[in-house]
């Protein structure tokens, strides 16, 4: 039997982000993915992800993010490309919502360089732009964009040169833990390692039934509209922005290597689950993102050029959960990461690594799992559906 000082349980972000951060403490370290590295089917679809500093949601998340920003740009060195493009972010609120005021809360706290405008200042600098006047803006010259192809491939390149291997399209059938180690069962074979780090996304409560872990399923949109003219939507001229109002917490990117104003909406989202996620966009799904956009945004039109349906795994509280197991220490969870998880990537696959590897690591009290004990349903949704327990595994137990 082939055996391993870590398997990762899970190719997709945070497992590749766990693979390398267990390659550099020179653990040997096997990571099985059911798909492709890299697929749309998970939550790292889409191209683009978001990274920002001045975290609106806690300032608690200032120093992950910080410690993961250097890591992206360790990444880029090890890997000899580019993920990372900064462009500068704006967050804005329209009246009686508070998002800027929020993350310009944490840039304070924090001492991160950040401005906050006025609308007018807003619009002159970006001239793609019409905020409102009575709205706030902070702007923030460390945001940009993650290409998650490009970062997801980095890691796992990375990663392999420094000894790790990734099996694709080989599922997980099953684990046990004991105090000898874990073993993993797969199609293909059966595995031994001393610990096992679970980063299966929206198939984590499937694979971890027996915790009943509060996860919930929600699905996203993300699209691409026309624009009249995309020069001023484009990297160097337009910022990735937020847009906090009645229409959503919408957000975006400069136009970059692909056609199209990549937009979403962070909020809301039908509860669903991994079996049964309804992948097909419907005609009229947009309506409520373009009119937000058109909002804000000169020259946007209702056009869409591509759609692409992708999930968050909620937790109650929307904060992840990256701790060990409560009664199999040699089993370390990253779950929950509440469609906001990919900027810290780099920085949740050290904590994995180092839970994973040295049982003297204590967890980031937000992100263990005895708070969600206190916690007892969604705060995201109230017809949250959980997530499908045991789906077709054969606990090997
Ligand atoms: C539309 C959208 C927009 C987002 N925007 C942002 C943003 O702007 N900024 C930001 O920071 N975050 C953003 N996020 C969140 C971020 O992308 C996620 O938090 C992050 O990708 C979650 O990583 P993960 O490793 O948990 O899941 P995934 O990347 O999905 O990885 C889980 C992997 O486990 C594999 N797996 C599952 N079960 C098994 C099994 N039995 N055997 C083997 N493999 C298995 C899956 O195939 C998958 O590859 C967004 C998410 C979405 C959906």
């Given at each position: 039997m082939a055996t391993f000082d870590a398997i990762v349980l899970g190719g997709g972000t945070m497992g590749t982000a766990a693979a390398w951060a267990l390659a550099k403490r020179g653990a040997t370290t096997l990571v099985l993915e059911q798909f492709a590295h890299v697929h749309r089917l998970g939550a790292h679809g889409g191209r683009t992800r978001v990274i920002r500093h001045a975290y609106a949601e806690s300032p608690e998340y200032v120093p992950i993010v910080q410690r993961a920003d250097d890591l992206w740009l360790e990444l880029e060195r090890e890997a000899g490309n580019r993920v990372l493009h900064r462009t500068g972010g704006v967050e804005l609120s329209a009246p009686g919502y508070g998002h800027a005021r929020a993350a310009r809360r944490s840039a304070e706290l924090h001492g991160l360089p950040h401005e906050w405008i006025s609308p007018a200042e807003v619009n002159r600098r970006w001239p793609a732009m019409s905020v409102p006047e009575d709205w706030d803006a902070l702007y923030s010259p460390q945001v940009g964009f993650l290409e998650t192809e490009a970062s997801l491939r980095a890691l796992a390149t990375v990663a392999r040169r420094r000894g790790a291997t990734i099996h694709e399209g080989e599922p997980v059938r099953g684990w046990q833990a004991d105090s000898s180690g874990v073993t993993v069962a797969t199609n293909a074979a059966t595995y031994r390692a001393d610990s096992l780090i679970v980063t299966a996304g929206a198939w984590t409560g499937g694979l971890l039934g027996e915790l009943g872990l509060p996860l919930t399923l929600l699905r996203k949109v993300l699209w691409w509209l026309r624009v009249d003219d995309p020069a001023p939507f484009s990297v160097g001229r337009f910022p990735v922005f937020i847009a906090d109002s009645a229409a959503g917490e919408i957000y975006g990117f400069p136009i970059h290597d692909h056609p199209g104003l990549k937009i979403a909406d962070h909020r809301g989202g039908s509860p669903t689950t991994v079996e049964t996620i309804d992948r097909t966009v419907r005609d009229d799904e947009e309506r409520g993102v373009v009119a937000g956009a058109q909002q804000l945004f000169?020259?946007?039109?209702?056009?869409?050029?591509e759609s692409l349906v992708c999930h968050y795994t909620m937790t109650p509280d929307a904060d992840f959960v990256v701790d060990r197991h409560p009664t199999r220490p040699n089993v370390t969870i990253g779950a929950g990461f509440s469609g906001h998880g990919f900027k810290f990537a780099t920085a949740i696959g050290e904590m994995l690594a180092d839970l994973a590897l040295d049982a003297s690591v204590e967890p980031v009290p937000r992100l263990a799992l005895a708070r969600l004990a206190a916690l007892s349903s969604p705060q995201v949704t109230d017809t949250g559906v959980p997530i499908a327990r045991g789906s077709g595994l054969r606990a090997l137990r």
């Amino acid at each position: 039997m082939a055996t391993f000082d870590a398997i990762v349980l899970g190719g997709g972000t945070m497992g590749t982000a766990a693979a390398w951060a267990l390659a550099k403490r020179g653990a040997t370290t096997l990571v099985l993915e059911q798909f492709a590295h890299v697929h749309r089917l998970g939550a790292h679809g889409g191209r683009t992800r978001v990274i920002r500093h001045a975290y609106a949601e806690s300032p608690e998340y200032v120093p992950i993010v910080q410690r993961a920003d250097d890591l992206w740009l360790e990444l880029e060195r090890e890997a000899g490309n580019r993920v990372l493009h900064r462009t500068g972010g704006v967050e804005l609120s329209a009246p009686g919502y508070g998002h800027a005021r929020a993350a310009r809360r944490s840039a304070e706290l924090h001492g991160l360089p950040h401005e906050w405008i006025s609308p007018a200042e807003v619009n002159r600098r970006w001239p793609a732009m019409s905020v409102p006047e009575d709205w706030d803006a902070l702007y923030s010259p460390q945001v940009g964009f993650l290409e998650t192809e490009a970062s997801l491939r980095a890691l796992a390149t990375v990663a392999r040169r420094r000894g790790a291997t990734i099996h694709e399209g080989e599922p997980v059938r099953g684990w046990q833990a004991d105090s000898s180690g874990v073993t993993v069962a797969t199609n293909a074979a059966t595995y031994r390692a001393d610990s096992l780090i679970v980063t299966a996304g929206a198939w984590t409560g499937g694979l971890l039934g027996e915790l009943g872990l509060p996860l919930t399923l929600l699905r996203k949109v993300l699209w691409w509209l026309r624009v009249d003219d995309p020069a001023p939507f484009s990297v160097g001229r337009f910022p990735v922005f937020i847009a906090d109002s009645a229409a959503g917490e919408i957000y975006g990117f400069p136009i970059h290597d692909h056609p199209g104003l990549k937009i979403a909406d962070h909020r809301g989202g039908s509860p669903t689950t991994v079996e049964t996620i309804d992948r097909t966009v419907r005609d009229d799904e947009e309506r409520g993102v373009v009119a937000g956009a058109q909002q804000l945004f000169r020259g946007v039109t209702d056009r869409v050029l591509e759609s692409l349906v992708c999930h968050y795994t909620m937790t109650p509280d929307a904060d992840f959960v990256v701790d060990r197991h409560p009664t199999r220490p040699n089993v370390t969870i990253g779950a929950g990461f509440s469609g906001h998880g990919f900027k810290f990537a780099t920085a949740i696959g050290e904590m994995l690594a180092d839970l994973a590897l040295d049982a003297s690591v204590e967890p980031v009290p937000r992100l263990a799992l005895a708070r969600l004990a206190a916690l007892s349903s969604p705060q995201v949704t109230d017809t949250g559906v959980p997530i499908a327990r045991g789906s077709g595994l054969r606990a090997l137990r």
